[in-house]
């Protein structure tokens, strides 16, 4: 079969990024109407994964995020094995929202949900709306934030039959005010340390049902594990929040943090100085991906230019912080790699052990 990329599952950055960059020009220019409160933004956090504003003894960070279509892989899957899996893609969806949120230094405090259906009967099935509703509390309380309210609107006619919208906005606390992270103090000589995912998280969804429709037993598609593919694609996506919390009890401030969601390593250049990435250290790929790019043919850099493969969440720090970084994260439960070194130079990301590199151009997701 021939290869399968992106923009063949249906999504095509070249057309979504710039109308980001065109919303940020615009809403730029409403950062004045805080003045009448009293407040400030933190310019430098426009093109950030979580917005900053100046509260005085404070910042208070917030963002919205949205699931996408990993809703779709719990339908199929639910057909094949009876379970209805939203209470882990529950998870999934706060984990997009507080995992951009604490890239900014933020502490989660409370979350909204927002759940739009095809129509009312949508949330007449009893098991997946408890399953909905308790991944969704298992994951607050496991990040130690407020779930506030939300809205379920029933939107026939927009939302497809039978279909959910599934999204999570999130406020945070940076205080002390010193836990700021927005790349200031990032520098040449700068380590990068990157922790693990659990799989797919949710981002790439879109090929990967793709490729479903490929296999010729789709989702029941049995991997190298023995796992089902479906139930690899629906593995949640890891919190990171409790992580950097531990962190900044150990007196370790990041310089700078990156959610490594859409574009993949591509993310690893979201700040806007002029460095290169230098990446020295892989981790190990998780089956599903490692099953993903080998099915739908994908060369390394395009497999790494989408998907995490492995590595969820990235850290830039003094050098001397990278080892006790890596011991925080194991007594967090999770793996973690000096993976890399910030240099100065042209803005890009270099995969040594790949010979791969992703260039400025390759990642226009601000002004």
């Not at 927005?182 to 922790?195: F, Q, R, Y």
């Not at 943090?257 to 979201?270: D, I, S, Y």
Request: proline share 5%; aromatic share 8%.
């Amino acid at each position: 079969m021939p290869p399968l990329d992106y923009k063949q599952a249906g999504v095509d950055y070249a057309k979504i990024d710039p109308l980001k960059v065109l919303a940020q020009r615009a809403a730029a220019g409403t950062a004045g109407n805080l003045a009448r409160h009293g407040l400030a933004e933190v310019p430098a956090s426009r093109g950030e994964s979580a917005y900053v504003v100046d509260c005085g003894e404070f910042y208070l960070a917030s963002i919205t995020e949205c699931l996408g279509t990993k809703a779709l892989v719990a339908d199929s899957m639910r057909a094949i094995t009876g379970k209805t899996y939203y209470d882990l893609i529950a998870q999934d969806t706060l984990a997009m929202a507080i995992n951009d949120l604490i890239t900014v230094g933020a502490t989660p405090v409370s979350v909204h949900a927002y759940w739009a259906a095809s129509g009312s009967d949508w949330f007449d099935d009893a098991a997946r709306a408890c399953d909905l509703v308790a991944g969704w509390q298992a994951a607050c309380d496991a990040c130690g934030v407020s779930w506030g309210g939300g809205e379920t609107p029933a939107l026939a006619g927009v939302v497809a039959d039978g279909r959910v919208d599934l999204a999570a906005s999130c406020v945070g606390l940076i205080r002390p005010k010193s836990r700021l992270t927005l790349g200031e103090k990032l520098s040449a000589g700068d380590a990068i340390v990157l922790i693990e995912s659990s799989g797919i998280h949710a981002n790439g969804i879109s090929l990967a049902r793709k490729l479903a429709e490929r296999l010729p037993d789709g989702y029941a598609t049995r991997l190298e594990d023995g796992s089902l593919y479906g139930e690899a694609l629906l593995a949640p996506t890891l919190l990171y929040a409790n992580l950097t919390e531990a962190l900044a009890a150990a007196g370790i401030v990041p310089h700078y943090a990156a959610n490594v969601t859409g574009h993949g390593w591509r993310k690893l250049m979201r700040h806007p100085g002029a460095f290169t990435y230098r990446l020295h250290t892989l981790p190990p790929v998780p089956p599903v991906l490692r099953f993903i790019q080998r099915q739908a043919g994908l060369s390394d850099a395009e497999a790494y230019g989408t998907f995490n493969m492995g590595a969820g969440f990235a850290l830039y720090l003094a050098a001397q912080d990278a080892a006790p970084t890596i011991e925080v994260a194991r007594a967090q439960g999770l793996l973690a790699w000096h993976a890399g070194r910030v240099e100065q130079g042209v803005r890009q990301v270099a995969i040594e052990p790949l010979a791969a590199t992703f260039g400025s151009e390759q990642l226009t997701v601000r002004l």
